[in-house]
């Protein structure tokens, strides 16, 4: 008998949520948790639930999934974490895998591909939709720096909250460093980022699909 693997849906979208959880339905070897929203909550929420593998969806609140995918990680580091999201924009995925996730498939994958990530991460392995993967290692190769590509981890990190709302002083509370490396950190962002300010860093974000107007 195969393996039960106990999945969670982080979705917000309640017609997306419906068709993910028919089509993993159908597969005996999964056994579904109910699914929780992308919140301020939804770390505890997936934490206490101990599944195997979370299935995320990244295609309404990019912004707060990847803060979610380490809150999970920094508490529960075995949970395997599958994204879902656009195919078309490398930023997404590159910034999923880069803060934990295991695997990402674009949200138009088959539902063979999906099942397929889902036991392969179960198996303690990677997934990364074939296309998606040529196209990172030609940026890579290419050493592309385009849209949010330009930034390392820890700028983008720093990005997120800014973006968030919060203050140097709550970032550099948060990080554990000082507040003259979160404003350096803030200067290299608008510089590579080539915007003026924070408002149009904003407005680039929301046309990149990293946070919602």
Do not use: W
Not at 27 to 36: D, Q, S
Not at 79 to 103: F, H, K, W, Y
């Amino acid at each position: 008998m195969a393996q039960t693997i106990r999945v969670q849906l982080v979705e917000e979208n309640d017609l997306a949520e419906a068709g993910l959880r028919c089509l993993l339905n159908e597969a005996p070897e999964i056994m579904l948790l109910p699914h929780v929203a992308c919140d301020n909550q939804c770390a505890n929420h997936c934490v206490q639930a101990e599944p195997d593998v979370i299935i995320m969806d990244m295609s309404f609140h990019a912004h707060c999934c990847l803060d979610c995918i380490r809150r999970i990680l920094s508490k529960a580091p075995d949970i395997r974490i599958l994204a879902l999201g656009s195919n078309e924009d490398l930023t997404l995925p590159r910034m999923a895998l880069q803060t934990g996730a295991s695997g990402y498939i674009g949200r138009e994958s088959s539902a063979d591909m999906l099942l397929l990530a889902v036991n392969e991460l179960a198996q303690g392995r990677r997934y990364v939709e074939p296309q998606t993967a040529r196209l990172l290692e030609e940026g890579r190769n290419a050493g592309s720096t385009r849209n949010f590509d330009a930034l390392s981890h820890r700028e983008y990190e720093i990005m997120q909250m800014m973006l968030d709302g919060k203050s140097t002083k709550q970032i550099a509370d948060i990080l554990h460093i000082s507040s003259h490396t979160v404003a350096n950190h803030h200067t290299q962002i608008i510089k590579k980022m080539n915007v003026v300010n924070l408002v149009e860093l904003t407005r680039m974000a929301i046309r990149q699909g990293l946070i919602s107007a």
